[in-house]
């Protein structure tokens, strides 16, 4: 067989998981983590992650990077979708964001602390966390209720605190009556879900979902999309979701477009799905809805093609042929 | 099919065997093993299994069940009843057929050695009966705990970490491994027919996606567990915590009592 | 002719179990595996050139029914006829059909297991007996109805991006060219540019050999854009299996098990509610943008 690789798969430098010290005194204050802005006074910024002028090479001595000169911020409490096709470096930037990768240039700051920096590599980890494409594969116990204890277990909790934080994240994700069920036995969504609960249970400041939709049925996404929903508006936690589904984005506050390692726009989903141009030359698609409006504008109806659901849409759909059945 | 395959043997029970501590359980199977190897005549023997069987009745599982485990090693029993009845002279010669002969001494050990083996698989399908895979695991890293004196404390968590991983994954290796099966049928691969060679060849599209996929998986969650601070054993502290309650003293107490009576039927008979 | 008929078919997977789960009754449903979901007295056919949708959710008996289709799994009772011949009929001639239907399985990029991609899409025709000339033939052709290009042909499956690995496991199907093609979720996981390009390589597969299709998805979009007719189920038993008008029609039938009409038909009943337009039976969003335009012009002409 040739070379096996394993696309992104294989890291071939990753940070280095030293032992961290400052462990125990970080447990304190986190337990105030989501009335965000208050856990640590030097970090009263509006950002929850900055990303400065950052590139990363899976394979330094051939190839282009995989992401390219990406600067962006990302503030508290917002919901940002990124969208781009297969390859186009999103996945990679997930990574970069808990440091699970580590820039070759540039920084990527959490809460002011470097991704860079070994010694904060746990603090980072908890304050964003990740969850990820396939439910099966960041399941580790065989047991609902202890997977999700794993990450407190991790940060080295007592055994009581432990069980309240897994009571209170399963409750969060409505998986709480499964609790001694085995994760095998759950529907896609729920195992979704439960990977949720796991990085609720360390009380994230900020949670990245890299394509957790893509291999889930409509009902299965609609709980997850929900759920991470919900933990915006209601816990006041940053969303970065990372998706395929035009739908799922355009529910989000704010999106940033990649393509080829580049971030080629950010703006309000009615911004970017307003520019026809931008949507086809990076690989994507619009949503039904704004398609529609499109296609009508393409054949000389002069229309506001910004809706980007449903509802908005027949809004806009009616007034415009209101107003032409009075003229 | 190989979905049917069921993993664990665990039956849910509401029994006082059930409930009592993984870790002494195993330490208990362990003793227990020990005694009956112990048991050196046939009242001890008698007495020890007759706890075992008493054993097996407190755990609410039906013999039946536990005859089902027997089922499968009778060749083993008959095997080794054979060979102790043909080689233990003694006694009076009962039976002769040119160089066969079987003397009551070989009887009597024959079905000595039957009694100590049945024993033996009865009181270990209780530990697997009524254990949960990962009360088990537990129990076997809180056993093998002493060893972190000895500085091996990360080799003792890696080990528990890899079995929970490992049976965390067996039903889905499982499934996928059926799933390829299928498609490589689909794709009018036959896995019945043909010499050894072509068998093992026709192999080939199964296991190269298995381990690919497995290989994957791996990294993926690894990566899952990095992100959820895991760190190896340094500063982890695990939720459940295990502690020993009356039932677990009065069950040590009973096998204490157990063990002692076998030892002195050893020395009285 | 009916190409394939399925009549009457059921399957549990129960009754296998049921045997062993009676001796261990006491398992509680932690120990059990996730039942299977079950099919019950399905019945529906396919013509040359047709493409019958399938919908229903996680557990509605699709993946068991597709199953069926090519003999991986007997069913209980009922039968599946190709060209009228019973597939099921004699047991030793039953992987001759699986040529003729040819399944693809959910995320069939994993199944690819070869060196390169040109050997990897040879499998199936060489499990067929054809000759080497044959053989190539039909894996150029295969690969080339799914766009990937001459210079990948040697590389390893496993250097592919995902999509292409998706399109080179599609063309491991295709090679054997069977006359009708089944496919479970082709596109799950796949982003927008990689969604089209594998519906486009099927279309243009049946298109090019008069070839029948039946398509399991969960994009209502999807299949009003490819579909003839579409076939609904609904926890192992069928619900319809009409034309799209016939099935968007019953929109209530839809919304109990679940399931809902394309989004650009919901704007355009919604519309219609309203008494700005006068048909709401479209379900692609070429055909609504025709609709709209006509109404507007119309009334403009006025």
Redesign the interface.
Known sequence: MATLQFGKGIILKKSNNTINNSNNNCNNNCNNCNNNGKSTKENNSQNIIEIKNVSFYYNETEGLPAVDNVSLNIKRGEFLAVLGHNGSGKSTLAKLLNGLLVPDSGEVLVNGLSTKDESQSINIKKTVGMVFQNPDNQIIASIVEEDVAFGPENLGFTPKESRERVESALKAVNMWEFRNKAPHKLSGGQKQRVAIAGVLAMQPECIVFDESTAMLDPKGRKEVMDTLLNLNKNNNITIILITHFMEEAARAKKIAVMNNGKISAAGTPKNIFSDYKLITDTGLALPQPTELLHTLKEKGINVDVSAVNTTDCIEVLSKLLLKEKEA | ?I??V?F?Q????NSLIHKLDPRLKLFLLIAYIIFIFLASNAYSLLFITAATFFILFLSK?SLK?YFKNIRMIIPIIIFTSLLNALYSGGGTLLFSYGFIKIYTSGIYRACFMTVRIISLILISSVLSYTT???DLTDAIESLLSPLKYLGLKNAVHTMAMMM??A??FI??LI??TD??M?????????MESGGLIKRIKAL??IL??LL??S???S???A?????????GA????????MHFINKDYFSFAFSIVVFSVTIILNILF | MNLLEVKNVSFSYNKAANKKERKTKNKTDNNKYITKAAINNISFSVKNNEVIGVIGHTGSGKSTLMQTLNGLIKPDSGTVYFKGNNIFLNKKELYKFRFKIGLVFQYPEYQLFEETVFKDVSFGPKNMGLDEENINKRVTEALNIVGIKKDLFSKSPFDLSGGQKRRVALAGILAMKPEVLVLDEPTAGLDPVGRKMLLNSIINYKNQNDAAVIIVSHSMEDLAKISDKLLVLNEGNQVAFDTLNNVFKNRERLQSIGLDVPEVTKIMIALKEKGLINNDEVYTVKEAADIITNTFRGCCND
């Not at chain 2, 299928?182 to 036959?190: D, I, L, P, V, Y």
């Not at chain 2, 899952?224 to 601070?229: K, L, T, W």
């Open positions: 099919m979905k049917d069921s664990g665990y039956i849910s029970k599982i069940t949960t895979p990962t929970t991983i049976l965390r039903p889905a499934e996928e799933k390829i299928s498609s490589q049928k689909a794709r009018g691969a036959s080939l599209p190269i996606p690919i996929s290989i994957r998986r990294y993926e969650l990566e899952a567990m990095e992100s959820r601070c895991y760190n340094e500063g982890r502290v695990r939720m459940k915590e």
